[in-house]
C-alpha cells in the first residue's frame, strides 16, 4: 500500500480533544476518531511496518489497537490526570514475545504539538531491570552501550537519563557505572513540526530516525532475551 500522511484534520481533532477530553464529547465525536486517527494509524502500521522489515524482519506491526495501536482511553487507576481521553497518539513496533512495553520498539506519538520518536525500553518493570542490571554486568555489553549512547547524543539524539542516586552494588568499581542508575534503556526526538506528518514524508522521516538508532534496537533486542531467566 502506500501511505499518504495523516491528514490535517487528525490534528484538528485533538485539538478540540484537548478543550473537550470528558466520555459525552467523545462519544459525540467517535466517528471523527475512528476515521481520522485510528483508521490512519492502521494504514501507518502497515505502511511503516513493511519499510522496518529492512531493519527487523520480525518486526511485530500489528494495526489494531492493543496490538501496535495504544488505546485512547486512559487507565484511571495508575494515573494522576484523571481526564478519560489521552491527547496523543502512541503507535509501536516490537521485537519478539510479551508485554509490549517491556520488549525492544520502535515507537511513535504524537499530539497537537509535538511528533515524538523513541527507540528502546522506556520504562522498565522489576523483571527487565534485574535483567538489564545482569546484562550490562558485561564488561562488553556496558561498553557497546555506552559507545552507542555517545554516538547517538553526537548524532542530537535525547537518552535515557538516570533515575537512581546511587550506584548499585557490584558495579561500584565497573567503567561507565552511571548505566546501571538507569530505570529505562532508551533514545528519542521530538520536534514540534507537526506538519511531517501531512504526506507520506512521515514514512522516509520515521525511517531514518529509526535507521539511526537501530544499534540501540539491537542492544536491547539482545538483552531482553534473557528476560526468561528473571522469570523463573
Same mark, same amino acid.
Given at each position: 500500500?502506500?501511505?499518504?500522511?495523516?491528514?490535517?484534520?487528525?490534528?484538528?481533532?485533538?485539538?478540540?480533544?484537548?478543550?473537550?477530553?470528558?466520555?459525552?464529547? #467523545?462519544?459525540?465525536?467517535?466517528?471523527?476518531?475512528?476515521?481520522? /486517527?485510528?483508521?490512519?494509524?492502521?494504514?501507518?502500521?502497515?505502511?511503516?511496518?513493511?519499510?522496518?522489515?529492512?531493519?527487523?524482519?520480525?518486526?511485530?506491526a500489528?494495526?489494531?489497537?492493543?496490538?501496535?495501536?495504544?488505546? /485512547?482511553?486512559?487507565?484511571?487507576? #495508575?494515573?494522576?490526570?484523571?481526564?478519560? =481521553?489521552?491527547?496523543?497518539?502512541?503507535?509501536?513496533?516490537?521485537?519478539?514475545?510479551g508485554?509490549?512495553?517491556?520488549?525492544? *520498539?520502535?515507537?511513535? !506519538? #504524537?499530539?497537537?504539538h509535538?511528533?515524538f !520518536? *523513541?527507540?528502546?525500553?522506556?520504562?522498565?518493570?522489576?523483571?527487565?531491570?534485574?535483567?538489564?542490571?545482569e546484562?550490562?554486568?558485561?564488561?562488553?555489553?556496558?561498553?557497546?552501550? !555506552?559507545?552507542? #549512547?555517545?554516538?547517538?547524543?553526537?548524532?542530537?539524539?535525547?537518552?535515557?537519563? *538516570?533515575h537512581?542516586?546511587?550506584?548499585?552494588?557490584?558495579?561500584?568499581?565497573?567503567?561507565?557505572?552511571?548505566? +546501571?542508575?538507569?530505570?529505562?534503556?532508551?533514545?528519542?526526538?521530538?520536534?514540534?513540526?507537526?506538519?511531517?506528518l501531512?504526506?507520506?514524508?512521515?514514512?522516509?522521516?520515521?525511517?531514518?530516525?529509526?535507521?539511526? =538508532?537501530?544499534?540501540?534496537?539491537?542492544?536491547?533486542y539482545? =538483552?531482553?532475551?534473557?528476560?526468561? +531467566?528473571?522469570?523463573?
Amino acid at each position: 500500500m502506500s501511505f499518504n500522511g495523516f491528514p490535517k484534520k487528525s490534528i484538528t481533532f485533538l485539538k478540540k480533544l484537548e478543550n473537550n477530553n470528558n466520555l459525552v464529547w #467523545f462519544e459525540e465525536h467517535k466517528v471523527e476518531y475512528e476515521k481520522y /486517527i485510528r483508521d490512519v494509524s492502521r494504514d501507518f502500521v502497515v505502511e511503516m511496518g513493511e519499510h522496518l522489515q529492512v531493519l527487523v524482519p520480525s518486526i511485530n506491526a500489528i494495526p489494531k489497537v492493543n496490538g501496535s495501536l495504544f488505546r /485512547i482511553y486512559r487507565d484511571l487507576r #495508575f494515573s494522576k490526570d484523571k481526564t478519560p =481521553m489521552k491527547k496523543r497518539v502512541g503507535i509501536i513496533f516490537t521485537q519478539g514475545q510479551g508485554k509490549r512495553t517491556q520488549l525492544s *520498539a520502535f515507537y511513535l !506519538h #504524537f499530539s497537537a504539538h509535538e511528533v515524538f !520518536h *523513541a527507540v528502546g525500553i522506556r520504562a522498565f518493570t522489576d523483571v527487565s531491570r534485574a535483567a538489564y542490571r545482569e546484562f550490562i554486568k558485561n564488561d562488553k555489553n556496558r561498553e557497546v552501550l !555506552h559507545e552507542i #549512547f555517545e554516538v547517538l547524543k553526537r548524532e542530537g539524539f535525547e537518552t535515557s537519563p *538516570a533515575h537512581y542516586k546511587r550506584i548499585p552494588k557490584g558495579f561500584e568499581n565497573l567503567s561507565h557505572n552511571y548505566l +546501571a542508575l538507569n530505570s529505562s534503556v532508551f533514545a528519542f526526538t521530538q520536534t514540534q513540526n507537526v506538519s511531517i506528518l501531512y504526506s507520506s514524508d512521515i514514512i522516509d522521516y520515521s525511517f531514518k530516525v529509526y535507521e539511526s =538508532m537501530y544499534e540501540l534496537q539491537k542492544w536491547v533486542y539482545e =538483552m531482553t532475551l534473557t528476560y526468561e +531467566a528473571f522469570k523463573k
